[in-house]
């Protein structure tokens, strides 16, 4: 447990609780600063339907009741079809970069070809360009030119394989032993089996953080959703949301409900798979 | 594989493209054509709109003049004022925003791992949140009646009631608090991992010549963790350039412009009033300035740095 940083008290029992008490008592006071706007956003969603300000005096709402989330439901006919898309959308974006970008990924770590350390420089800098840049005529180029306005092509083709996902791959692949793939070549297996029968199988955890980062950032993403859809039935739960808000200004209770109803999957998914997202704050950082 | 023979063997490669050539080739052609479409186009397209007042049907070239209206000084020049918020945002949130990661990595360090992971997770949580979800909850934490509950938590110290996202005194204010208090759960993981990855010799020597909790935190580990301070700067710095979300959602660039970041403002040329070769030049030009700032933190915090 205790690094050498901690060294001081060990041998003095009552000093080391003491400490240790200290330090957690502020370490969960902190948290439950950052998490106090969750925990509000849950809580209110259950409060009454009514357009009173009076409503967010305390953090328990005065009645407990659903039907806020009728409320939120009721507001379009489309709720329901927001998360429906959103959903689609979330799952067509991780297919694509599970399967493009290992594959891209894999031929930069361990297939030597002509132009490969170029074309990888190339998609080092793109990973450094702002998202302003590439975001206007990427919206001229879908809205203007391929009319795919309210298309889930719009939506989840700019992101199909991201630059940052080919280099979370390659510099996963670099770390597997060549030896391995060397040999099967011998065995005189092609490299589409290599990447099958041996690559993928030993990849399983980046290949799961990549999903799982993947489909967060896009449920997520809210931008362009936003741009390339102007008919309720194609929103995102994102875009939804914000136009609920915008919609309501005043109902506070059904906006918190909405607000939850945007969060809660991915809540979910974090209770469920906390292992891979906290794996994934940390594969992808340099090594320092 | 075999470098003795390269000579002969490279100019047989040289003539024809070999079988791993081709599987390359293969391999990344799906990415590489969405790279292509979607990446390289828009930015070689944006560099070319940059030069041109956008129209639908024939763009009328006109030079630099989106670069030098955008970079003309004058007191109603909106992009020198949103450079400043950002500016102003920047400088303080990103470095406190180390300091409390840093600090609170230090103090989970002591627990075994499951307290460990529960802390992470905990720090983590508000971070996947979306970020409409959380700005609509802030605001109507940051609600100007005296029942806003940040009003009346800051009433209990007898402060009086603010009008926290309407008036130009407290709404920058008002945003910097809220990426304060939103997750550092990247940062934090970030920090223990390199933290639980100082050697213990370090921390031993230390001991024996009599240093202090303080002294090693100050003489080992910050020095130690030094390159992932950097890589955190660097990437804090980046993202907070780019900040729109919470401008966009919670303030809409108001009151008077005082929360108008470059993100929000390229946004608003584009898409609000149509001017997308003005709103393609400041897009490029903060990226100039992204990179810019980029290279200076390396060159100034990166000079003892080695990877």
Same mark, same amino acid.
């Given at each position: ?21 200290? $330090?957690?008592?502020? /370490? #969960? =006071?902190? +948290?439950?600063?950052? *998490? ?8 209110? %969603? ?36 927001? $998360?429906?898309?959103? /959903? #689609? =959308?979330? +799952?067509?974006?991780? *297919? ?8 891209? %990924? ?183 | ?307």
């Amino acid at each position: 447990m205790a690094t050498g940083l901690y060294s001081q008290h060990l041998h003095n029992k009552k000093v080391l609780y003491l400490r240790n008490t200290v $330090i957690t008592i502020v /370490l #969960v =006071v902190f +948290a439950a600063a950052t *998490l106090f706007p969750i925990v509000y956003m849950i809580l209110s %969603g259950f409060g009454p339907n009514v357009s009173t300000a009076g409503n967010m005096r305390t953090i328990f709402p005065s009645r407990w009741t659903l039907e806020s989330f009728k409320a939120f439901f009721d507001f379009s006919p489309y709720s329901l079809r927001w $998360i429906w898309n959103s /959903l #689609v =959308v979330a +799952a067509g974006t991780v *297919l694509g970069n599970v399967l493009f970008a290992s594959m891209a %990924g894999y031929a930069f770590a361990k297939i030597r070809f002509k132009g490969s350390k170029v074309l990888f420089a190339m998609i080092l800098v793109a990973m450094m360009i702002p998202y302003q840049v590439t975001q206007i005529p990427l919206y001229i180029l879908m809205v203007q030119k391929f009319h795919m306005t309210n298309t889930y092509s719009a939506m989840i083709l700019p992101s199909l394989c991201t630059a940052y996902n080919i280099f979370l791959c390659k510099q996963f692949f670099t770390g597997l032993p060549t030896p391995l793939i060397e040999s099967a070549k011998i065995e005189g297996c092609s490299q589409f089996q290599i990447f099958i029968r041996i690559i993928l199988p030993l990849s399983k955890t980046v290949l799961a953080v990549m999903a799982i980062n993947t489909f967060l950032s896009s449920w997520n993403n809210f931008f362009w959703p936003f741009l390339v859809t102007n008919t309720p039935a194609m929103y995102t739960i994102q875009v939804g949301l914000k136009q609920f808000k915008f919609a309501n200004e005043t109902l506070f209770a059904p906006m918190m409900a909405g607000a939850t109803i945007s969060a809660l999957p991915m809540f979910i998914m974090f209770f469920a798979l906390q292992k891979y997202f906290m794996e994934g704050v940390t594969i992808g950082a340099v090594k320092g | 594989m075999n470098k003795t023979n390269g000579p002969r063997l490279r100019a047989r490669r040289k003539a024809r493209f070999t079988n791993d050539d081709l599987w390359g080739y293969v391999f990344i052609a799906a990415a590489m054509i969405i790279f292509c479409v979607f990446t390289l186009y828009p930015v070689i397209n944006a560099i070319y709109t940059s030069f041109f007042n956008y129209k639908p049907f024939g763009s009328e070239f006109v030079g630099l003049k989106n670069y030098t209206d955008t970079l003309k000084y004058s007191k109603f020049n909106l992009f020198y004022k949103a450079a400043w918020n950002t500016l102003v945002y920047t400088v303080i949130v990103v470095p406190l925003s180390l300091l409390l990661s840093f600090t609170i990595s230090v103090m989970i360090l002591p627990f075994q791992k499951k307290v460990q992971s529960v802390f992470k997770a905990m720090y983590y949580l508000p971070g996947i949140a979306s970020g409409v979800a959380l700005s609509v909850v802030w605001l109507w934490l940051y609600d100007s009646s005296p029942d806003g509950l940040f009003n009346k938590f800051l009433g209990f110290f007898g402060v009086p009631t603010q009008n926290w996202l309407s008036s130009t005194k407290t709404s920058m204010l008002s945003l910097i608090i809220m990426a304060l208090l939103s997750s550092h759960g990247t940062q934090i993981i970030t920090y223990i991992a390199a933290l639980l990855g100082i050697d213990n010799s370090y921390f031993e020597a230390a001991e024996l010549d009599g240093a202090t909790f303080f002294q090693k935190v100050r003489y080992i580990v910050w020095p130690l963790v030094k390159p992932t301070t950097l890589f955190l700067l660097v990437t804090g710095v980046i993202g907070s350039f780019q900040v729109f979300m919470n401008a966009y959602m919670m303030t809409g660039g108001g009151p008077d412009n005082s929360t108008t970041m470059i993100g929000l403002l390229i946004y608003n040329n584009a898409f609000e009033y149509a001017k997308y070769g003005l709103a393609c030049a400041q897009a490029i030009i903060l990226t100039i300035v992204i990179a810019l700032m980029s290279v200076f933190q390396f060159k100034l915090m990166g000079v003892d740095v080695e990877y």
